[in-house]
């Protein structure tokens, strides 16, 4: 078959490395490196996971993302998208479901790429995945209610029916400290954020100065969790900490190992890997798009060698027991804006994480739970595209019941039933358009009979 074909984006950009592109990749690893680590711990935790099992992730599944992929740039690992699905899956079949289900999507998205599906993947239209993206981003806010409150709750469930249920009989015993910690973590990313994206609000010799220049680039996310860690300990405010809830954090990467469940099981994790597989899809190439236009004059990337990269990767992951991966778009972002032009630099972001965890795992502990949760309640309205929805009712009445439905399905009932139902109102509108334009071919045709 003509689309059978491996061909890794590393092949071609190794053949125009120089000293200074390598020292940009090299520092740009780094950057995204120190970003991607308060994510990784931060969604697996979410998941009902450890974070270890994010770290794991991050860094193995990151670096044969980048070395195997067909994007020059695009960053891999955890990614807030997986939150929901992931605890679902866990709450429903543990963690071996978990990871059997992850390696049964990475082995359809290696065959979807290998088939050249890639390029159909991208067609599913932008309302089924904003009303989706959307979705998910409510679904992780809501998660994330346990923890920012200092709820004293045994297990958050995964069903929104479920939390609105267990919010209303355990709010009355909401922490202050919690609400307050998780908060200004919120409000204080979205604050250094706006700082550094509108200069014209800080001082001018700060902004011109060396240390602006180096402030600039140092992540929210990490000013965040080592400023409230610090409190947290210097106060001794009391709120739970990595520590308190997991003991320990390994600082070396686990011994390979298979964990996954019998074979006779695996059809009845068919339906959630198959989601997983179509979400994984879906965010990789949605980010390696954006990738693609924040450097038009460098190759696109091929979807393709993207989806067999990605796929590899998940099934890679499983067995060190980390959780799924794919493209992750601020990760990626911030990857090119820190000067990263190859492979190389996903490659040594993954590096980056490794040794940070090899050196810095007995300092993760103290960092406080509701600051997490206050992190991940940023990446959420960062992930949302709330403007769209603001401008809803603009769009043509297919895409507004495409957007609206896919967001209600996703937030009240099951990802792949939304989307499934999504793709489904996508095909039968295109469907529609193509009978109504054959019906005015013909009248046309019809209408023109007759002497000229």
């Known amino acids: 078959m003509p689309h059978l074909r491996f061909h890794p984006r590393l092949l071609d ?22 970003v991607a680590l308060p994510l990784a711990m931060a969604f697996a935790i979410a998941s009902g996971l450890k974070p270890e099992q994010g770290l794991v992730a991050a860094v193995i599944g990151g670096f044969l993302i980048s070395a195997l992929g067909g994007s020059s740039v695009q960053i891999g690992g955890p990614a807030g998208a997986f939150i929901v699905l992931v605890a679902a ?74 939390q609105m249920q267990a919010l209303a009989v355990h709010a009355a015993g909401w922490s202050g400290p919690a609400l307050a910690l998780g908060g200004l973590t919120f409000a204080g990313m979205l604050l250094w954020n706006r700082l550094w994206q509108d200069q014209a609000l800080l001082p001018r ?17 990490i000013v965040a969790l080592v400023s409230t860690a610090a409190a947290t300990a210097l106060f001794e405010w009391p709120v739970h900490t990595l520590g308190s809830r997991f003991g320990s954090i390994p600082s070396f990467l686990p011994t390979p190992s298979w964990a996954l469940l019998p074979v006779q099981q695996w059809p009845s994790l068919m339906g959630p890997a198959a989601t997983l597989a179509l979400l994984g899809a879906i965010e990789s190439l949605l980010c390696a798009r954006v990738a693609d236009g924040l450097m038009p004059d460098a190759p696109a990337h091929d979807p393709n060698q993207e989806l067999m990269a990605h796929g590899l990767a998940n099934g890679a992951v499983v067995f ?7 493209g992750t778009i601020a990760r990626t972002v911030t990857n090119v804006r820190s000067g990263g032009r190859t492979p190389l630099a996903g490659m040594v972001h993954a590096a980056t994480l490794l040794s940070i965890m090899m050196v810095a795992a007995p300092w993760c502990l103290l960092v406080p739970l509701p600051a997490l949760a206050g992190v991940l309640l940023f990446v959420a309205w960062n992930m949302g595209e709330w403007r769209d929805f ?43 358009a193509a009978r109504a334009s054959a019906g005015a071919g013909e009248n046309e045709r019809g209408g023109s009979t007759g002497p000229n």
């Open 13 to 34: 950009d190794a053949r125009r490395w120089s000293a200074p592109i390598a020292t940009a990749d090299l520092a740009a690893g780094i950057t995204v490196g120190i």
């Open 89 to 162: 899956i866990v709450a429903d079949h543990g963690v071996a479901g978990l990871l059997t289900a992850t390696f049964m999507a990475g082995a359809m998205m290696v065959l979807i790429g290998l088939l050249g599906l890639g390029a159909w993947v991208r067609r599913i239209p932008g309302p089924v995945v904003a009303g989706f993206t959307n979705g998910i981003a409510v679904l992780i806010m809501l998660s994330q209610l346990k923890d920012l409150m200092g709820l004293n709750v045994a297990s958050w469930p995964a069903d929104f029916v479920a």
């Open 205 to 221: 010799a700060l902004v011109a100065g060396r240390a602006g220049c180096t402030a600039a680039r140092v992540p929210g996310a």
């Open 320 to 326: 060190f027991a980390g959780m799924p991966v794919t």
């Open 390 to 432: 603001a401008r809803v009712w603009a769009h043509h009445p297919w895409e507004r019941w495409m957007m609206l439905l896919t967001f209600a399905l996703t937030v009240v009932t099951d990802l792949g039933v939304a989307l499934g139902t999504g793709i489904g109102l996508a095909v039968l509108r295109a469907w529609w």
